[in-house]
């Protein structure tokens, strides 16, 4: 096995740190959660009083100034552990870095600190029943009423929307100027006209809450307005190659997890005579999974230097975002063969990493049109 060098000594003490926590407040829970729904909100609580929020953030935001490594430690260990119902990930590394790089210092010094206590959790609202991966496509729209904006939409698969007590809602506008009208609003919980639809039943990451958010003649302060006006889609663009890689990061320890389960499983699984892992097929099978791990492992962690150095570009990201969530569905489920019949029981982690994996190829944008940001990249553009 290749040797990791993005780490360093204190990036590995926070991951323990991580570890720790998910052992003692979230692995006795997280299967009445995924029963739920959703998780508690005092997990976020005691997640903020444990420095797992927000780290990124400058001090002065409630933070601990820390760099991505932190959260990229953070990221591998949840998913390693198959605790997909902590939505920790999009608060800490999508909505508060919006706020951070986007916002006025009012809007900073109001948000981000509860956003890094856990008392505020946050959300990002982009797809809608009709507009998915297609962001140009939003109907969602914001009318200038003087001192403020008039909001009508509604948003779909939405990521923390039931818990969310700040979103961000991505909006028209400027509807005659395609994606060059749209603009990113801060919306917060209670404002009326602004509801909570149903929590949403998916086929995996059961515990985590997916809601759909809608917004009926919603009264929003001209203040709430996050950066410029007309200059959201540009901001959602810059932002996603991080977003993109996240789903790789999660995505790659999630299946060397599931490699891991299953090397021991095999091990122990007994057959006509001898441990499963006895047979040449299995060891086969199991070397060509590792080693297809390895090779992403090392792309993905070569991304990431990439994206300390302020390097990384759409198209790069989006190369791994698509490479490792195929890799992982394929990964995860051969794995699932290999346990037999006991791969389809709920009770066994492989069995719900197969069933929390298969979004990842439809998230942070389709694989489809993750082929497509490459291929543009490459000067082939459709005609």
Not at 184 to 194: A, H, Q
Request: glycine letters at 10%; one cysteine or more; hydrophobic letters at 40%.
């Amino acid at each position: 096995m290749i040797e990791r060098t993005l780490f360093g000594e204190q990036h590995e003490q926070y991951r323990d740190t991580v570890r720790r926590f998910l052992e003692k407040e979230v692995a006795p829970h997280h299967a009445k959660w995924e029963e739920d729904g959703y998780v508690d909100r005092e997990v976020w609580l005691k997640a903020g009083k444990n420095g797992l929020l927000c780290p990124s953030m400058p001090e002065a935001y409630g933070g601990a100034d820390a760099d991505r490594l932190y959260s990229v430690a953070m990221f591998e260990e949840i998913a390693r552990q198959g605790y997909t119902g902590l939505g920790f990930g999009l608060h800490n590394e999508i909505v508060a870095p919006y706020i951070l790089k986007y916002g006025s210092d009012a809007q900073k010094t109001k948000y981000l600190p509860a956003m890094a206590s856990g008392e505020v959790i946050g959300a990002i609202a982009m797809s809608e029943p009709s507009a998915g991966s297609d962001l140009q496509g939003i109907r969602t729209t914001a009318r200038d009423a003087g001192d403020h904006w008039i909001l009508n939409g509604s948003k779909t698969f939405i990521t923390n929307g039931w818990h969310a007590d700040l979103v961000i809602v991505v909006a028209k506008t400027d509807p005659d100027a395609g994606a060059k009208g749209t603009s990113l609003l801060l919306i917060e919980r209670g404002m009326p006209g602004f509801e909570k639809g149903r929590r949403l039943k998916k086929a995996g990451m059961k515990a985590q809450d997916t809601s759909e958010l809608f917004f009926d003649n919603v009264k929003v302060p001209k203040s709430n307005l996050l950066g410029d006006l007309n200059r959201g889609f540009i901001y959602l663009m810059q932002e996603l190659p991080w977003e993109r890689l996240q789903i790789a990061l999660s995505g790659i320890a999630a299946a060397q997890a599931a490699i891991d389960q299953t090397i021991e499983y095999t091990k122990e699984r007994k057959a006509f005579g001898t441990t499963v892992a006895g047979f040449q097929t299995t060891r086969f099978k199991l070397a060509e999974l590792q080693t297809e791990a390895q090779v992403a492992r090392v792309f993905v962690d070569r991304c990431t230097e990439l994206l300390m150095q302020g390097k990384l570009d759409t198209a790069t990201a989006s190369m791994a975002k698509y490479w490792v969530s195929d890799l992982q569905c394929k990964i995860i489920d051969e794995c699932v063969q290999l346990h037999g019949g006991y791969g389809y029981m709920l009770e066994y982690p492989v069995t719900r990493a197969w069933t929390d994996a298969r979004v990842q190829r439809i998230y942070g944008g389709t694989n489809e049109i993750m082929k497509e940001v490459i291929a543009r990249s490459m000067g082939l553009g459709a005609r």
